[in-house]
């Protein structure tokens, strides 16, 4: 563009150089702002970061101890949502990519049902476990195992109802991730396994999915981004306030950002718990961006290796 701007209009160019303008300070604000929460959170929640925070459960109204529990149970729910709903948003974009017909009714309704589920609030998410999860499947199943539906093991507020509606929540996100990376395989690729006679399925295994689990693995990190961070989707299905003991599957569990919640509207001193806002806050950020950053890193040596 460079070489021929001195045969532009000069209108052509002052547009052109206000467009990059706009576009530099977009991106120079965005990072601005990012670093600037940072400053702010490590400012105000650094000098309360110790080992006794780390490793203790709270005490006191959450006003004092640490916050053991809440890193636990918050990591324990994204490897569970992350293993029951990655496997199911591959397979349905394997579906979708591989299989169906573009201008089939049953895609075209698959499509809308994934396109709707992005758009849907978290919140509804949460009013969705606790009714289907909870109170149809959880207690559909005490009933068939306990003979009762009423023997509260599967049918009650939950780690793993939590995981299942996370899992569902972050389906979209997994999906057209996968989706674009089985587009991004050639086709060549494909027509050349199925002329040396394998089927399509052994295509599929062989041939295109190890073509394109990295893109597989970007669908489970923006899950993770996206399910980590989420309070309103959880906050009727099996998130506590507390914890006595370990925590179980088919019990409640702490979670970082239910517990930021709990010290930012329910402590007795304002003033107090604000540093440990700051700090559980720092601690949230950071165990995201540890899942994240282990996701990248096998995502990094799978493309080494390839």
């Known amino acids: ?68 529990p809440a890193i636990f149970g918050t990591a324990l729910l994204v490897l569970i949502m992350s293993i029951l709903g990655v496997p199911i948003g591959t397979a349905t974009a394997i579906y979708l990519n591989e299989y169906a017909k573009q201008t089939s009714v049953f895609a075209r309704s698959v499509r809308f049902a994934v396109n709707t589920l992005a758009g849907v609030p978290s919140i509804v998410f949460g009013l969705f476990g606790v009714g289907f999860f909870v109170q149809f499947l959880g207690k ?61 399925w052994q295509t599929i295994i062989k041939v ?15 899950a993770v981004s996206r399910g980590a961070g989420e309070v309103a989707a959880i906050l009727f299905v099996g998130v506590a306030y507390s914890m006595d003991g370990n925590v179980g599957l088919t019990e409640k569990f702490m979670h970082l950002g239910y517990h930021l919640y709990v010290l930012a509207t329910q402590s007795p001193d304002v003033e107090k718990a604000l540093p440990l806002q700051y700090a559980t806050t720092l601690v949230l950020l950071g165990l995201t961006f540890l899942l994240n950053f282990t996701a990248i890193y096998i995502r990094s040596r799978l493309r080494t290796k390839a």
């Not at 199943?141 to 509260?152: C, I, P, Q, R, V």
């Not at 295109?208 to 923006?222: A, F, H, K, Q, R």
């Open 208 to 222: 295109v999915l190890p073509n394109s689990v990295t893109g597989i693995l970007t669908g489970s990190i923006l």
């Open 1 to 68: 563009m460079s070489v021929f701007s001195g045969h532009l209009p000069a209108s052509k160019r002052v547009l052109g150089f206000f467009a990059v303008l706009v576009a530099a300070f977009a991106a120079v604000a965005i990072v601005g702002l990012i670093v600037s929460m940072f400053g702010i959170f490590i400012a105000g929640g650094a000098q309360h970061l110790s080992w006794s925070f780390l490793s203790e459960a709270p005490r006191n109204n959450n006003m004092e101890g640490g916050i053991f």
């Open 140 to 200: 559909g199943l005490d009933g068939m195992m306990y003979g009762s539906m009423e023997a509260k093991v599967f049918g009650q507020e939950s780690l793993l109802w939590c995981s299942a509606t996370l899992a569902v929540l972050t389906l979209p996100v997994v999906i057209v991730a996968v989706e674009e990376a089985l587009r991004a395989v050639p086709r060549e690729l494909r027509e050349a396994s199925l002329a040396l006679g394998a089927t399509k």
